[in-house]
């Protein structure tokens, strides 16, 4: 069982900049887990955002966010982030880190895949 908490969320003018975090703790030692942040905006279904594998060398990106955001993982400090950039008013979301117990190494895309879910942090961009 792992646990994991986001932060660094907040409102942001349209083309700043944010970072979010995602501290994974509990029973990760010597376990490979693929991390995921996803999204899920208002009246919408939770959607894909960004994806790393265990060991960070592959990455995955929804179209509406590749070239804007980085996904990347610091393993001496179990943490996941999400660097946001020219943030658009369409990104306002609940964005929540997601992670897999991974027997194949790779990144995994849809949120059926994931075990483990943080509570969300808020991201509002205004116009």
């Known amino acids: 069982q792992v646990q994991l908490k986001e932060s660094g969320g907040g409102l942001v003018q349209a083309g700043g900049s944010l970072r979010l975090s995602c501290v994974l703790s509990?029973?990760?030692?010597?376990?490979?887990?693929?991390m995921g942040w996803f999204r899920q905006g208002p009246g919408k279904e939770r959607e894909f955002v960004a994806a790393?594998?265990?060991?960070?060398?592959?990455?995955d990106y929804a179209d509406s966010v590749r070239g804007r955001f980085t996904i990347s993982r610091d393993h001496t400090k179990s943490t996941l982030y999400l660097q946001m950039e020219m943030l658009k008013p369409e990104d306002t979301a609940v964005y929540y880190c997601?992670?897999?117990?991974?027997?194949?190494?790779?990144?995994?895309?849809?949120?059926?895949?994931?075990?483990?879910w943080g509570q969300g942090t808020q991201v509002t961009v205004s116009s």
């Open positions: 997601a992670a897999k117990l991974a027997l194949i190494i790779g990144t995994y895309l849809v949120p059926e895949d994931y075990d483990n």
């Open positions: 509990g029973r990760t030692f010597s376990s490979n887990y693929a």
């Open positions: 790393i594998n265990w060991n960070g060398d592959r990455t």
